[in-house]
């Protein structure tokens, strides 16, 4: 059974950082683009950054400059550096993955971490 759990959330200032990390554990063969999703209540689900298992990676407009996104393919993990945080960045924050297990690639999320930015 594959999972992706999330961690590194919290409470901060406006200004201020995070680092999230998500880790992927189970049977996994491979994993392909990793990436982290945010989302508000009440508001869809959006992107905020993904990469690839090659190292290109993509982002949302809103935190372009202010967030990186990386991974190590060796340890299975992602992580998402958010600085000069905003309090519109306040949101639950999810990783996911698309996961190959040897038999079948699917679509994995994690449970979510918590972020929230004071103003």
Known sequence: QVQ???SGG??????????????????????NV?????QDP?????LVAAITSGGNTDYADSVKGR???????AKKMVYLQMNILKPEDTAVYYCNAD??????????W????????SS
Do not use: P
């Open 67 to 73: 967030f990186t996104i990386s991974r190590d393919n």
């Open 42 to 46: 009440g508001k869809k689900r959006e």
């Open 4 to 6: 992706l759990v999330e």
């Open 110 to 117: 994690g449970q979510g971490t918590q972020v929230t930015v």
């Open 10 to 31: 919290g409470l901060v200032q406006a200004g201020g950082s995070l680092k999230l990390s998500c880790a992927a554990s189970g049977s996994i063969f491979s994993i």
């Open 99 to 108: 996961i190959h297990t040897g038999w079948a690639l699917r679509n994995y």
């Open 34 to 38: 990793m990436g982290w999703y945010r």
